[in-house]
């Protein structure tokens, strides 16, 4: 499975973007799917997680009511929408997807997944 990240950029505090992590290689509407994100200088953590049936969803509590993560299995494609943001949002965020279909969990580690996208930047203007 080769993920794309995309929908990345400069935006104002306050503003929106809405990233896509498209997915080729392999249909993965069976499997789990994840938005990390990564600021300089520090670990790689979860944001947003969803199941391979779109019924359960994690988010971090520093993007809770602010970011929405969906998925049109159709399109083969999981996106993060995220409203509200704030010049601390601002990393490279990066989507994975877990390889083994139809497991059932929250998906809120690394090493749940196995394929990864090359991460797309978002910065954030105060």
């Known amino acids: 499975v080769q993920l794309q990240a995309s929908g990345g950029g400069l935006v104002q505090a306050g503003g929106s973007l809405r990233l896509s992590c498209a997915a080729s290689g392999r249909t993965f509407s069976s499997y789990a799917v994840g938005w990390f994100r990564q600021a300089p200088g520090k670990q790689r953590d979860v944001v947003a997680a969803i199941s391979w049936s779109g019924g359960i969803l994690y988010y971090a509590d520093s993007v809770k009511g602010r970011f929405t993560i969906s998925r049109d299995n159709g399109k083969n494609t999981v996106y993060l929408e995220m409203n509200s943001l704030k010049p601390e949002d601002t990393a490279v965020y990066y989507c994975?997807?877990?390889?083994?279909?139809?497991?059932?969990?929250?998906?809120?580690?690394?090493?749940?997944?196995?394929?990864w996208g090359q991460g797309t930047q978002v910065t954030v203007s105060s």
């Open positions: 994975a997807a877990d390889g083994s279909p139809f497991k059932v969990g929250r998906h809120t580690q690394e090493y749940e997944y196995d394929y």
